[in-house]
Nanobody
Framework: QVQLVESGGGTVQPGGSLRLACAIS????????IGWFRQAPGKAREGISC????????YYLDSVKGRFTISRDNAWKTVYLQMNNLKPEDTGVYFC???????????????WGQGTQVTVSS
């Protein structure tokens, strides 16, 4: 069974940084695009960034462009999301999962893990 496990969340002040990690259980997933999704309190889950299997293409939601950087290490089966200059509106539970189709569409068939909580507050 495929599993993706998120880690690295926490509570930071506005302007702070966090690095999220998505550990992938199966080596075959190195052939898939992987995306990060965010669910803010009371809102639907939204796709914020994804990276192609070979790391040659990336996508970012406009609101995180220039602040977030996605990367992957296929040897270690991990996808990272470096988040800088965090804002209160970045607060939410962050999930990683497979992405199919065009990166910009951020369509995911799952699976979904527990996510990792990010709270940006002064």
């Amino acid at each position: 069974q495929v599993q993706l496990v998120e880690s690295g969340g926490g509570t930071v002040q506005p302007g702070g940084s966090l690095r999220l990690a998505c550990a992938i259980s199966k080596n075959t997933l190195r052939h898939y695009a992987i995306g990060w999704f965010r669910q803010a309190p009371g809102k639907a889950r939204e796709g914020i960034s994804c990276i192609s299997s070979s790391s040659d293409s990336t996508y970012y939601l406009d609101s995180v462009k220039g602040r977030f950087t996605i990367s992957r290490d296929n040897a270690w089966k991990t996808v990272y999301l470096q988040m800088n200059n965090l804002k209160p509106e970045d607060t939410g539970v962050y999930f990683c999962s497979l992405v199919v189709g065009r990166l910009m569409d951020m369509i995911s068939p799952g699976p979904w893990g527990q996510g990792t909580q990010v709270t940006v507050s002064s």
